[in-house]
Every structure is written in structure tokens, then in C-alpha cells.
């Protein structure tokens, strides 16, 4: 879930959480929560309840800024770490791949957000414009009855938040992959609802053939489904047909695994005051994507260890779903996860202080460059990584759950996949996890040096 707009329907963040727009104004940092405003100081930050949207949960708005500025003038004028996909890059290890050719030319990632955006063709190459990367054409679906763009509703401007994040930042890291956005006229909130127009969506590009990794930057708490608290879990069992068909299809599928930590949303907008679980990041077909929060310079160099994300306003989510059973994969990691599915599985950039820059013109009322945070931004990173794989293979990985835990057991100069030893996703007054060598609950595996993190994933 990303601090951008967790949508009103399934949270945005991975799990479609709720949504709380940040906006920071040259004095003050203004809560905006679709239901309700709330002005404090600049250097105070406030808990609030996220309203149910998508997986960012928390836009971070540079009111009005024409052009991005450096993560130094970040710090200095805002109070935040803020970076660029170049930024990204460069701590990522992935210009070597760039270097060798290996851009996702050839591959499709498949992006899925309640409504989308109508301005997303220009915002991006806006976005790209500014940053020297190269255009691409969004191909747009639109899938079922969806709405025409109301600038005035919030939910609507929530999504095309996440939507923008989605699209700009699976682009920026695999620049040639092909962009399929799905639309849908449903917003995803908790329990069901939003979700079976997602599913049917994803499951007829999976039977058509049409893309190599799916996003997800939305998802509910499990305990929001029906029938959870009588042990009853076919309502979500019977939403996961597009997973089952994507790993039929050798169709990578990824998740944020949300942005509160070891809680979560309930049906009245509150956090649970215990730990939970959210779906579809706790599904065993899924690779969850977890957050982190990087320290880095002007240049994209790191000054310090990536944490797990945790800071004033948000915290990568984690934990044991309270539905699945320990997949296969994980047995070597019983000792942390017991007999449940454990997430997250892999962790990428998701820190409010640490956001990513995204142009926006949606809203007429806010047009220009924004920063956004989350594990909605983690997530769509992360497919872009996927694809870069999927190219150098020659061929879809499919389920990466399996490899990356086999990968685990090498050396990180030779997996790529490095620890994350700093922090944890405590929320909400609810103690998280430590992030540790090996896996934990925190950061599952760690994160990635995409270079040979790339290489080992394709077996080349």
C-alpha cells in the first residue's frame, strides 16, 4: 500500500488501504481524509484513521510545485527524504542492465486500479520528459460499466493517485516493458466488494495471454471478509480463479502488503487493535512486496542501511494470515512464520520520508509534481524488476515465491537479495516485528541489488 491514496474501495497501499492525502503547503501539512480535514503544524504528524482505498495511503502533496526538487531541498524545505526514478535506479543497481540491454523490452506488466486516471498518457510523459526516460503508449482497458472522471470525488481522485504512481514507477524501471492499465468501475474497499471485477478482469488478460507480471497496489484485511469470525473463509477463497489462472500461465502476480503495519483497516475506516492480515498480499500465489525506507544522496547513493519503513506516517505491512496455511515454500522459514503463510516476501522503497516524485494533472485544482509513498509505490517497483528478469530469461518466471526463497540460501553477492537488519512494523499501539538477518516478518527476504538480483532470478 502506498501513502498516496489508498482508495476509497480496497486500499491502495497493497492493500488497498485507507486513504489519507498528505498535502504539505509551505507551512503546514494539511490531512486530508475524503470525510474530514485537519490542519497542524509542519513538524507535527498526526495518526489518523485512514478511510478504505487503495493501497497508497498516504499522497504526500508538494502543493503547487512546478518542478521536483532535490531530496536535500526535500529535507530542508519540506522535512522529508524525496527521490526520483533516477535516484531509484541508481540505488537499485540497474543501470548495468540498462548497460546490457536488459530494459523489459519484450514484456508486459499489467497494472489493476479502480477507475484510473484520464490525464495518465500525459502525466507520464511528462514524467518521463523530466526525467530523460524514454515514452511508452499506455494501453488502457476499461473493464465493465466505468464511470466518466469526476475531479470532485474523492474516491475517483484517490485511485488516479495510485494509478499514477502504478503506471510511472513499473515504467521507469523496466522503461520498454509494454503497460497494460486495467480500469475497473468498482471501488475496492474492505471485505469483497471492488474485488471480483478486479479478478475478472485480471483472469481474462491472464486466458488471453496478455501479460508477464500483474501489480496489485490494493487489498482488504482478511478479517473484513464474511464468515472470517465463524472460520469461514469461502468468500475470499472463491475471489482467487485470476491467481490460480496466473500460475496456470506462468503469470507473475504481486501485492503491496500494505502500509499499517502489523494492523489494518475493519468495515468503520479504524484500525484493528491486534495484528491482522491482508488480502490478496497473503495469498500463497502472491509475492508480497514489503516496504523499506532508504537514506539516500542527491545522486541515489546510500548514506545509511535501508530500514524497514516505519516512520510518522505509515509502516510496511507484515505478519501471518489469519486464512492460508504455511505454503511449501516457506518451510524453511517455519521458525519464523509458525504454520501460516507469512508475508511480506521480498521489500522495496515504500517510506513517506523517502517518497518518489509522480506528476499528476487529474484534478485541475492540483496539476504538477507530487510525492507519493507506500508499498504502492513498492509494489510497481518491483514488477518493473520482473520484468527485466522475465527478459533476460527469455521466457515468464511465473511463481517467484519458490525461487527467491532457494535463492535465499546463497550468498547475497551471488542472489542479489540483501537483509534488511534495521527497524520494524509496529502501528497503532501494536507491537510489529524486528527486522533481523534472514527472513522476518518485517522485510521478508530483505531487498534486492536488482543487477544480480536480475541475473540470478533468470538463471543467467
Known sequence: MGTTPATAGP?????TKAFALLTIGATALTCSLVTAQSTVAATSFPHV??????????????????????????????????YSPLQYRNAYDLNPLYQQGITGKGRTIVIVDSFGSPTIQHDLETFDQQWGIQDTQVQVVKWGNVPAFDPTNSDMTGWAGETTLDVEYAHSIAPDAHIVLVET????????????????????LINKGVGDVITQSFGATENTFPGFDKGDFKSLTDLRYAFKSAAAHDVTVLASSGDNGVTDSDNSNNLYPFKVNSWPSSDPLVTSVGGTQLTLDNAGNRTSPDAVWHDAYGAGGGGVSGIFDRPWYQTGVANVVGNHRGTPDISMSAAVDGAAWTYESYDPTRVGWHLTGGTSE????????????????????GQLNWRMYGLKFLPSQWSGINDVTVGDNGWNNVTGYQAGAGYTLAAGLGTVDGYKFVHALAGR
Open 11 to 15: 486500499r491502495r497501499s497493497g492493500t
Open 378 to 397: 513498492a509494489s510497481p517497483i518491483f514488477s518493473g524488476v520482473v520484468a527485466l528478469a522475465d527478459q533476460a530469461a527469455g521466457h515468464r518466471l
Open 49 to 82: 484513521a485512514f478511510k478504505l482505498h487503495p493501497a497508497s495511503e498516504g499522497h504526500i502533496n508538494a502543493t503547487a510545485r512546478t518542478a521536483p526538487i532535490s531530496t536535500s531541498d526535500c529535507v530542508a524545505q519540506i522535512g522529508i527524504h524525496c
Open 185 to 204: 468501475g468498482v471501488a475496492e474497499t474492505e471485505g469483497v466488494t471492488g474485488l471480483p471485477e478486479m479478478m475478472d478482469a485480471e483472469k481474462s
